[in-house]
C-alpha cells in the first residue's frame, strides 16, 4: 500500500549489483549515489552489495562507499561482512559434482576454458588458492589473482563456483547448450555476454543470498528494492518488493524488473532512491 505522499514505504532493505550498476566504467561510485547511500544508512535502513564478484574484489567498493556494508558473493555463494574481513557462510560445489560439470561443460563446449572460485575464512586467505584455472583458460577481463594449475587440480577442492569461457561464444548460447546436459546438478547464470558462463550450487543465487541477508538483519524480504542489469540478477529483481533494472541491462534483467531506470553512468541507482531519501 502505498504512503501518504503517495510513494511505496520506504525500503528497510536496498540490496545493489556492483558492475554495470552501483559503479561507473572506471569502478566508481558517483558522489550522487555515495550521498543517497549515506542518507539511507543514516536513516536506519540497510545496503547490502550484492554481486558475481568474490569477497577480494570488495574493498575498491568499500572505498568509493566510504562505508562496509555485508556483501553477497559470487552470485549468492558467500555471504561477506567487509567491515570485519570475516565470510560468515559459504556454498560450495564438492569436487565429485565439479568434475562432472567439467565433462559436461567440455562435452557441450569444445575448446572452453574451467577456472574455479574458492573462498577462505576471509577475503585475503593466504592459506586458500582463491582462483585457478586452466591453462587454456582465457579471462573475460582482468584478474591479477589468478593462479594457472593443471585441468585436474582446477576440480580438486571444492568450489563457490566454476568458470566455463569459450571467447568465440556468447554466453547466452553457452547457457542454453550447458543447461539440458547440467539440468538440476548446479545453477547456471552469467554476467557478461563475452563468452563466460558461472556455474554454482543448485538454488544458490542472489535472491538466495539476500534472503540470508534478510534473515540475519530481521527484515521481511518483501521490505527490500534490488537493482541490476544481468541474468545473474534476475532471480532478486523477481524476489525484491521492487526490482529495478539498469537502463543498460541485458533484455532478460529488464524483463523481470518492475521498473528500468536510468544507466549506471546517469545515476540510475541515485535515481530511485532520492524518492525515499533525496
Request: aromatic share 4%.
Amino acid at each position: 500500500m502505498e504512503g501518504v505522499t503517495g510513494l511505496p514505504p520506504k525500503p528497510e532493505l536496498v540490496a545493489t549489483d556492483v558492475d554495470g550498476t552501483l559503479i561507473d566504467h572506471d569502478e566508481r561510485v558517483s558522489p550522487r549515489t555515495r550521498a543517497v547511500v549515506g542518507s539511507l544508512v543514516s536513516d536506519g535502513a540497510s545496503f547490502v552489495l550484492a554481486t558475481g564478484r568474490p569477497p577480494r574484489w570488495i574493498g575498491r567498493v568499500v572505498d568509493e562507499l566510504g562505508f562496509a556494508p555485508l556483501a553477497v558473493c559470487g552470485n549468492g555463494a558467500v555471504l561477506y561482512d567487509s567491515a570485519t574481513d570475516r565470510v560468515l557462510s559459504s556454498h560450495a560445489l564438492d569436487v565429485p559434482t565439479l568434475a562432472e560439470l567439467a565433462e559436461l561443460a567440455e562435452r557441450a563446449l569444445p575448446g572452453c576454458g574451467l577456472a574455479t572460485e574458492r573462498v577462505g575464512e576471509s577475503a585475503h586467505d593466504a592459506v586458500t588458492p582463491q582462483f585457478v584455472s586452466s591453462p587454456t583458460y582465457e579471462h573475460a577481463w582482468l584478474n591479477p589473482d589468478d593462479t594457472v594449475v593443471s585441468h585436474a587440480e582446477v576440480i580438486d577442492s571444492p568450489a563457490i563456483k566454476m568458470l566455463v569461457r569459450l571467447s568465440s561464444a556468447r554466453s547466452s548460447d553457452m547457457r542454453d547448450a550447458l543447461a539440458p546436459l547440467i539440468g538440476d546438478r548446479a545453477e547456471i547464470t552469467f554476467s557478461t555476454e563475452h563468452g563466460l558462463i558461472e556455474l554454482s550450487v543448485p538454488r544458490v543465487t542472489k535472491a538466495s543470498g539476500l534472503l540470508e541477508v534478510a534473515a540475519r538483519l530481521g527484515i521481511d524480504p518483501g521490505a527490500t528494492v534490488a537493482f541490476g542489469d544481468m541474468p545473474n540478477d534476475v532471480p532478486m529483481l523477481q524476489l525484491a518488493r521492487h526490482g529495478v533494472a539498469m537502463g543498460n541491462g541485458h533484455p532478460d534483467a529488464i524483463a523481470a524488473a518492475d521498473e528500468v531506470t536510468a544507466t549506471n553512468v546517469e545515476h540510475g541507482v541515485a535515481r530511485i532512491l532520492e524518492r525515499w531519501w533525496g
